[in-house]
């Protein structure tokens, strides 16, 4: 027991080293201080000794050259680094000390430095001491394609991976099965598994391109776009209620549907977040730019009498400065609404000066009752003359009036202040709209001091930030880890990416490429680095058990709304229907009137029927106070706050829905009650061929036949053999009652592989 308790604590060091990135440097080679020193230095001193000017310790900052140049405060003949020479440099001689009173960190902190790390601190200073830009500062250059196998490459990233893996002792894994390839694209790209028809039709393609030729399909698909929207979604916060206690209605659909719209229609990035970030302030605005602004609007809204209006309007600002800070730059601003940031070089003025960007909104901190069906303030009335027309997107089901929340700037409406530490009602010196200089020096002259100069200094060939963002967060989609293992950080405590030249090629690319998102996309999954198999070797696990370094395919759970779609799609009951209102389906009881404070229309809840029972899951209504049961069991947002990557927990409750929850037991009945009249051995082919998308081997079949025999002699022997009504879709006639339930449970049986709901 504790040889395998041991070996789990060396299996977990290991990873985590994998995961901040490796210190160790060749005994000959160059110290880099982005990939061996800062990430030391930001770990154990930067806390004390760092940007943050209200923490730190001595007078003494080694975050920058200059303060680690710099004379010490309380010894003026002595400096924290003197290049080339350890022996009188402060920093080598405190974390050296034998006093320990004198060594740094101080025991108190619970920090220590390992005899490697202070190695590599001694090497750094012999070496010149230099400092750098942080990476993630310093605009991305497109370099040479390193040299790899020409017979397995097949475009661009196979040249960057390669060498990696190389380098790690590792060789690529064979391309995966067709079936496996064609399921792993198809929902990566729909969200949807592949019909039968579908799969029939590419493996008998034997032409050379014809993975090439359904890529080109599937990114024509209309599920393309909601695929794409799902994950946007989560960034962007959207709820179908206001949150907070009342957690009243609002009606934000619309603005969803834009979103489906404006991946279908491949907008360039730049289009797209342009629409989203400024779209009311363009030259050539629109209703659909108004619409698309709705982004900034999708955050919390307090319906609660009592509260301070100001504390709460001055909260959705946050929101707003916070959303813009991860989404788009994946940066923690957050840290920096109360004081400086003690990592990353945002000061609390910067923080400060962004928000004025969204400060502008007249709008108040409560607003409308708990009913309101006006959202609130200011909104854009969509009448039914435009839903034909420019808004032909919208899948607006009546005549009614809806009324979408977007944004409205009213110049000098109020100035903006820094806040002391971050309170409403503690106002400092005034500030002018602005963004972080060590990212990129903002100029209202160059860029316009409003929202659409945000976007100019977004999209400037100099930001650094924006394209590398974007690029990481599609990599993640398609490789189940980002390039920067970090998602949602950029900044000093965040990973090193794993191939920062990869990065910067394709962030280069990218914007060379008028910010083409389907051309992005098309290049990532027909690489021959996505079309390996997943299969995992003992010399991975060895060598790179977090798969950094792209050797195999990375096997991924689906996402919440994803599980609900499989069985709903395989099933045949799927309602394909693209954008429209949020629906409510099945759901236990008491859920909501036990969560909530009573009032309003949300208060009960009230099922849909019919074919709305049936549409995808990113359709599901989202309450912010009780979102989906089913869903957030398999790690689905709240959308409380923006949210770049969800979690990935495994727990029981997820087998138990995946057995009890009346989707999969539906899609189960109606699937057996079509097809228990055919012959065994075709049934169970075709039912495993729609939820797993592959032939099932001979043991599969043997294994799920007996099942299927053994439950019908069972039932057979029961007065009440159990009910095979669940669910709301039409009982289908059947010749053979228990036979047909027995089906049912072996689909159901087959539902719970772990093939049907892992892309593989």
Known sequence: MRIRYFLLLLTGWAAWGCQRGNHRADSSAEVDYNYHIRPILSDKCFKCHGPDANTREAGLRLDTPEGAYAALKDNPHARALVPGSPATSEIYLRITAKDISQRMPPAEANLTLTEEEIGLIKKWIEQGGKYKPHWAFIPPQKTALPEADEDWVRNEIDYFTYPKMQAAGLKPSEEAGREALLKRVSLDLTGLPPSVEMQDRFLEDKSTDAFEKIVDELLKSKHYGERMALDWMDVAR???????QDDGLRTMWPWR??????????????????????????????????????????????????????????????????????????????????????????????YFSTYAFFNQVPEKGLFGTIDASFADPPNLKIGQEEVRGILNFIHKKDTADVYVMVMKDSVGLRKTYLLERGNYDAPGPEVTAGLPAAVLPFSAARYGGNREGLVKWMFAPENPLTARVFVNRLWEHFFGRGIVATTGDFGMQGDLPSHPELLDWLAVDFREHNWDIKRLVRKMVTSATYRQDSKVTRKHLDKDPQNRYLARSSRTRLKAELVRDLALSSSGLLNPEIGGPSIKPYQPDGIWEKSTSGRGSLARYVQDDGTDLYRRGMYVFIKRTVPPPNMLIFDASNRDQCEVTRLATNTPLQALVMLNDPVIQEASRVLAQEMASRPADQVLREVFRKIICREPDSRELKVLAGYWDQETARLRKLKKPGLLKVGEYRDLPVKDYEKTVALMYTIQMIYNMEEAIVRI
């Open 257 to 350: 549907d834009w979103v489906i719209h404006a991946f279908n229609q491949n907008y360039s990035y730049r289009k797209f977040v342009t629409y989203q970030l400024a779209g009311d302030l363009i030259k050539d605005r629109n209703t659909e730019s108004l619409l698309a602004t709705g982004f900034n609007r999708n955050h919390k809204i307090t319906q609660e009498g009592g509260v301070i209006d100001e504390e709460y309007r001055s909260e959705y600002v946050t929101d707003r400065t916070n959303t813009f800070g991860k989404a788009f730059l994946s940066l923690t601003f957050e840290c920096a609404k109360c004081h400086d940031h003690k990592f990353d070089p945002i000061s609390q003025k910067d």
């Open 238 to 244: 959207y709820a179908d209620s206001h949150g907070y």
